[in-house]
Structures are given as structure tokens and as C-alpha cells.
């Protein structure tokens, strides 16, 4: 157990020691003698040191199991009989400690079975100490921690249950979202990588210098991907949209295809300016893979982004992971993102991209 947990739950368990103060005062006031007084002090003392110690353990710990606090609740329960002599009656005050220390500390049912053994056990005392006449308000007060302390455990269950829920789901939220990232950072840079090793190794023999450059070119995105993914997965950046704008133009001039795009970017909200260069970049590496395209016309305003191709046109096969991807994270922005011919009927259809708000 950590060090700040360990002192939130004494901070718990000292709140709940203010109870005591009903004993206490039964201690100052007493007419018992000196003997049990003493007695009194010690044993109430020692019960409130122990208690507290009780929140020390870790989980699962010795009090976890049906043996450990029962001991514990026995020794516990030694301490509070030992005081009724100088505080009488008001040592029924110790009850709803020895009911919290089982119904707190063990699972379900035991912490029920746990529970119903110091109210048993407190009954027969009062009967067998103060006869006939005790089974008055004695007798219906007992059972009140056990009644108000099993539904409490319930509700804590229930809420602890459903923050593991939520931090579970959490955690599949942000590998989904890395692994989007990822896919969608490899498979625009991998894209670009083979157009441009593909061409180098076509220019060897015919133009050395320029197969150099293609090649200085290949190195220097390999080493930006690298960086990008080791960021990504640390969730320390996200894509630029100017920056994406620029790396689509050279992936497309990589690929020969003539592209046209925005001379600058709007002014955009950050986390929409992200989306859409997230969505640039897989609708840019769709055209480079799949639709042998001429021509690529990008157009990016505050309404949303549009990518139009004058390729061989979608097909009629499903979608890949990678506008998988692209439709959860506009659908999760609030946007919708269609996916159609440009040019529905003509020979080269082409494929229009939109994603808008």
C-alpha cells in the first residue's frame, strides 16, 4: 500500500475514533474506583491505538482473512468488555468499531458473517450481565452499526467497482488511440519511404545526384517517423496542420502527382486543427497507396477539410483500419466524415474526402 494511501485511510479510521468521546466522558465522571478507572483509561487508550493500527495493513493483509480479524476483533473486544466497570453501559459505544473492523475488511459474505458475531456475541453480554431488565434499548441499539455498516461496505463496493470499470475503459480508450496514432504516422511516412527508395533506385544510373538527394530525403523522414512515433506514444505531441500540409505535398510530388493546396492554414481551434491534420494525413497516404491518381486538390477552411483525387475511385471494398480510424476520431469530435466518388459514373471516378463539423 502506498504511503498516501496508507495515510487517508488512518485519516478515515482517527475521524471515526470521535465516537469515543462518549466513554471518555463516562471515564471523567465515574464513580468506579481508582483501580477501574485506571483500567477504564488504559483499555481505552489501547483500543484506540489498535483500531487505528488496523488501517495500517496492506491489502490484502493478515485482517483480510476470516482468522486475522477475528483475532483482532477479539483482542479489540477484550479491551472494551475490561471498561465496563467504570463507564457501564456506554461500552456499548465500542460496538460499532468491532463491527467496522470485519465488515470493512473482509469480503463479501464473510464480511456479513464477520459482522454478526461481536452483535451476537454484545446481546448475550448485556443479557447474562444485566438479566430481564436489559432487554430494553440495549438490546434494539446493538444491532444498529451491523444494519448501517453492511449497506455502506455494499455502496463502496459498488463504487470502487465502478471506478475500475471507468479506468479500464479508459485504458483501452487511449491503446486504441495509440494505435491509431501509429498506424496512421507509419503509414503516411512507410508510404513515402518506398515512393521515394522506389525512385531513387530507378534514378541510380540515369541521375546519381538526384537519386542522392531521394535518398538524403528517405533518411531524414525515417529519423522525423522515429521521432514522431517515440512522441506519440508518450502522447507529447500531436501532428501540426501546416506541417502535415507541407509533408502531403512532398509525399504527392514524391508519388508524381500534381497537387494543389492552400498557400497558408485558417485559424483553427488546436484540437481541430489536430484533427484534420490527423485525417490529411491518412487521406493523402490512401491516394500515394491506392488510386493512381494525376492529380490531388486539397482544400482545408474552419467549415472542415476536403481531399479530391482523379483516381480509379473507392471500389467496393469495406474500410481499412486506417479510415476505421479516421471516422472514430471525427465521429468523437462531433463531425462526419464522407467518403464517396468525385465523379460518380466517369471512367476514373476519382474519390472525394470530406470531413466536416
Not at 49 to 75: K, M, N, Q
Not at 149 to 157: A, C, E, G, K, S
Not at 207 to 224: H, Y
Not at 270 to 289: H, K, Y
Request: with cysteine; hydrophobic share 45%; proline share 6%.
Amino acid at each position: 500500500m502506498a504511503r498516501e494511501d496508507r495515510r487517508a485511510d488512518m485519516l478515515f479510521g482517527g475521524i471515526w475514533l470521535l465516537f469515543l468521546v462518549s466513554p471518555i466522558i463516562a471515564l471523567v465522571r465515574t464513580d468506579a474506583s481508582t483501580t477501574w478507572e485506571v483500567v477504564g483509561w488504559v483499555a481505552t487508550t489501547l483500543f484506540a491505538v489498535l483500531y487505528l493500527i488496523s488501517y495500517l495493513h496492506p491489502t490484502p493483509g493478515p485482517l483480510h482473512t476470516f482468522e486475522g480479524a477475528a483475532v483482532w476483533t477479539t483482542v479489540l473486544g477484550l479491551l472494551a468488555i475490561s471498561t465496563v466497570p467504570a463507564v457501564g453501559a456506554y461500552a456499548l459505544t465500542f460496538l460499532a468499531y468491532l463491527v467496522a473492523v470485519p465488515v470493512f475488511r473482509l469480503p463479501s459474505p464473510w464480511d456479513a458473517i464477520g459482522g454478526v458475531v461481536p452483535v451476537a456475541v454484545t446481546i448475550a453480554l448485556v443479557v447474562a450481565w444485566g438479566g430481564p431488565s436489559s432487554l430494553g434499548w440495549p438490546i434494539w441499539v446493538t444491532p444498529l452499526p451491523l444494519l448501517l455498516m453492511l449497506p455502506m461496505r455494499r455502496i463502496t463496493d459498488g463504487v470502487e467497482r465502478q471506478s475500475e470499470l471507468r479506468h479500464d475503459l479508459e485504458l483501452s480508450r487511449q491503446r486504441e488511440q495509440v494505435g491509431r496514432d501509429v498506424h496512421d504516422i507509419l503509414g503516411h511516412s512507410l508510404t513515402v519511404i518506398a515512393v521515394k527508395t522506389d525512385l531513387a533506385s530507378k534514378l541510380v544510373d540515369r541521375d546519381p545526384e538526384r537519386a542522392r538527394t531521394e535518398l538524403e530525403d528517405v533518411l531524414e523522414l525515417t529519423r522525423s517517423s522515429l521521432g514522431e512515433v517515440r512522441a506519440t506514444v508518450t502522447h507529447l505531441q500531436a501532428p501540426h496542420l501546416g506541417s502535415q500540409l507541407v509533408a502531403s505535398e512532398t509525399a504527392l510530388d514524391a508519388a508524381g502527382i500534381h497537387v494543389e493546396r492552400p498557400p497558408r492554414v485558417p485559424d483553427l481551434d488546436d484540437d481541430f486543427s489536430q484533427l484534420l491534420a490527423w485525417c490529411l494525413r491518412e487521406a493523402v497516404t490512401n491516394v500515394v497507396r491506392h488510386s493512381d491518381a494525376e492529380r490531388c486538390i486539397i482544400l482545408v477552411s474552419k467549415a472542415g477539410l476536403t481531399v479530391v483525387d482523379d483516381g480509379i475511385g473507392r471500389g467496393t471494398g469495406d474500410e481499412g483500419s486506417g479510415l476505421s480510424g479516421m471516422r472514430h476520431r471525427v465521429t468523437a469530435f462531433g463531425g462526419t466524415l464522407t467518403v464517396e466518388d468525385a465523379h460518380p459514373g466517369a471512367s476514373s471516378p476519382g474519390t472525394r474526402l470530406e470531413v466536416a463539423l
